[in-house]
C-alpha cells in the first residue's frame, strides 16, 4: 500500500506543536491556543492522524527512570536476504526498542536499552545468536546531545497558509 502524503501548512504545524506541548489537551482549549474553532482544529488533527502524520499521543518514558540507563547503538550485519527473517527475530528482543535498515557497512541499526552493561551484553549476545546475523558492533551512548525531537523539522519550512480557515494567532 502507497504512503499517503500531505503538504503540511502552518495551522498543521501549530497543531502538531500544541499536541506536542499539551498532549491530553482538548479540542476546545486546542482552539483556543491556536485561534481556530473547535471543528477545525479536530478536522485537521483527525485529518493529520489519518494521514499517518501524528502517529500517536505518548507517553513518553524516560528509560533511564524505567530502570534502563544504559543505551547503545547497535550495528547489525546480515545474510543476504535476510532483512523480512530479521526484523521478525528482533522484534522478539524486548530491549529492541527500534531498528532501521541502513546504508553503508551495517545492514541494520538498532537501538537498544538495558538495565547495566551486563545486561546489554546478554542482549548482545541473544542478538548474535540469530542465525541471519553475520557480525555485530555496539557503541554505548554517554549522554544525550539532542533529544529526540520533530518540531524544529516540521518548523523550519515555510509552509503555506491554510486554505478556508478562518484568521488565527500564526497570522
Known amino acids: 500500500m502507497e504512503e499517503q502524503r500531505i503538504t503540511l501548512d502552518q495551522l498543521d504545524a501549530l497543531l ?31 485529518r493529520l492522524e489519518q494521514a499517518g502524520v501524528i502517529t500517536g499521543y505518548g507517553p513518553d518514558v524516560d528509560l533511564p527512570a524505567a530502570g534502563y540507563p544504559v543505551l547503545a547503538f547497535v550495528s547489525l550485519e546480515i545474510a ?6 530479521i526484523a521478525q527475530e528482533l522484534a522478539r528482543v524486548p530491549e529492541i526498542l527500534e531498528a532501521h535498515g541502513t546504508t553503508g557497512l551495517s545492514d541494520i541499526s538498532c537501538r537498544v536499552a538495558a538495565r547495566s552493561n551486563e545486561h546489554l551484553q546478554e542482549t548482545l549476545i541473544r542478538i548474535n545468536r540469530i542465525p541471519t546475523v553475520v557480525r555485530s558492533t555496539s557503541e554505548i551512548a554517554l549522554s544525550r546531545v539532542v533529544a529526540p525531537r520533530y518540531l524544529p523539522l516540521v518548523e523550519s519550512e515555510q509552509r503555506p497558509r491554510p486554505s478556508r480557515v478562518p484568521a488565527y494567532q500564526g497570522d
Not at 80 to 85: K, P, V
Request: glycine content about 14%; overall charge positive; charged content about 25%.
Open 16 to 46: 502538531i506543536r500544541t499536541l506536542g506541548e499539551h498532549p491530553r489537551m482538548g479540542f476546545l482549549e486546542i482552539s483556543r491556543l491556536t485561534g481556530v474553532s473547535r471543528a477545525t482544529a479536530q478536522a485537521r488533527v483527525h
Open 80 to 85: 543476504q536476504g535476510g532483512l523480512d527473517e
